[in-house]
């Protein structure tokens, strides 16, 4: 059974920093595209980051790029977001997606097969 397991969410104050972390479980992803996205109440689900199969290739939305930093440790099957600088407008519910055949990296959320089930990230000003 495939499983994405997201951690590291909770409660900051606004300036300060969390680290995310999403376990893969049930088949390897090593190789392939995966991101994270978020939710906020009312609001669609939004593309924050993605990282390439080999870990060589980032991309950011234009909202967190300079703040947020995505890598990922294939030995270990783990992807990580590392969230500095954290603004009240960052709350959401963050979760990990993977792809299941391209490399490179994707930013569309149709096209990711596999998602973690989300952690709540708030952030107070």
């Known amino acids: 059974q495939v499983q994405l397991v997201e951690s590291g969410g909770g409660l900051v104050q606004a300036g300060g920093s969390l680290r995310l972390s999403c376990a893969t479980s049930?088949?390897?992803?090593?190789?392939?595209?995966m991101a994270w996205f978020r939710q906020a109440p009312g609001k669609e689900r939004e593309f924050v980051a993605a990282i390439s199969g080999g870990g060589i290739r980032t991309a950011y939305a234009d909202s967190v790029k300079g703040r947020f930093t995505i890598s990922r440790d294939n030995a270990k099957n783990m992807v990580y977001l590392q969230m500095n600088s954290l603004k009240p407008e960052d709350t959401a519910v963050y979760f990990c997606a993977a792809h299941s055949t391209i490399p490179d990296i994707v930013l569309d959320a149709r096209e990711y097969a596999y998602w973690g089930q989300g952690t709540q990230v708030t952030v107070s000003s």
């Open positions: 049930g088949r390897t992803f090593r190789g392939y595209a």
